[in-house]
């Protein structure tokens, strides 16, 4: 079966840090994944999509990027962090079907201070 | 413009009620899906529930199904005999079928759902 590992599950980081966001998805080859922002309370905000290793669609300008290294791996990075940053960031992955669902990574909340 | 749009930022329902939550969306391709998600205070993302747009009948599974008005636009989740574990964030979502679209998957703002004894 398919399975989604997103780590750490909580982060704190000082404004000016970089930042690495790592996930893997197990027992699918070729899937879409996604990296989404969730501020509290609010809606699931789209950053990143990729159909293949290292094809990255970004959705909204901004302090972010990802890479694809690999099939199964997607990072999400930043060279400098801003106060804004701070969110609930999901991985997801999909098959390549229109109909078929996104399963989601457990989230990693992160605090820039 | 916002392709997902949820207006209804808050409800409550009362246990063993039905409640109807809200979805409208804006594309003009003739190919999509719509996907109903739960999210927990956990933060976890639940799949509910899909809808194609050449799918002739409303989704159902379990308690929970889907009124899709094509001619509207529209995606409401119906939750039926509402428990106490139905509070949650519910987000509706939609995934074009054009090439262009890059199987993007694009999220409504959500509706809050408390669920009183």
């Known amino acids: 079966s398919q399975t989604i590992h997103q780590w750490p599950a909580t982060l704190v980081q000082p404004v000016g840090s970089p930042l690495s966001l790592e996930c893997t998805v197990e027992?699918?080859?070729?899937?879409?994944l996604y990296w989404y922002r969730q501020a509290a309370g609010r809606g699931l905000q789209l950053l990143f999509y990729?159909?293949?290793?290292?094809?990255i669609s970004s959705e909204v300008p901004q302090n972010l990027s990802a890479s694809r290294p690999q099939d199964r791996q997607f990072i999400l990075s930043s060279k400098k962090l801003l106060l804004s940053d701070s969110g609930f960031y999901l991985c997801?992955?999909?098959?390549?079907?229109?109909?078929?669902?996104?399963?989601f990574g457990q989230g990693t909340r992160l605090t820039v201070v | 413009a916002q392709k997902i749009t949820q207006t209804q930022p808050g409800m409550f329902v009362q246990e063993k009620e039905a409640v109807t939550l809200d979805c409208t969306y804006d594309?003009?391709?003739?190919?999509?899906?719509l996907f109903w998600y739960k999210q927990p205070s956990s933060g976890e993302m639940i799949f509910l529930i899909y809808?194609?747009?050449?799918?002739?009948q409303n989704a159902t599974e379990g308690r929970y199904s889907l009124n899709f008005q094509k001619a509207r636009k529209s995606a409401n989740l119906v939750i039926s005999a509402s428990q106490l574990g139905d509070s949650a964030m519910y987000f509706c979502?939609?995934?074009?079928?054009?090439?262009?679209?890059?199987?993007?998957?694009?999220f409504g703002g959500g509706t809050r759902v408390l669920v009183k004894p």
């Open positions: 979502a939609m995934r074009e079928g054009h090439e262009a679209a890059g199987n993007k998957l694009t």
């Open positions: 594309t003009s391709d003739p190919s999509y899906g």
């Open positions: 997801a992955w999909s098959a390549g079907a229109m109909n078929t669902e996104a399963f």
């Open positions: 027992g699918t080859s070729n899937p879409n």
């Open positions: 990729s159909v293949g290793i290292g094809q």
């Open positions: 809808q194609g747009s050449y799918d002739q």
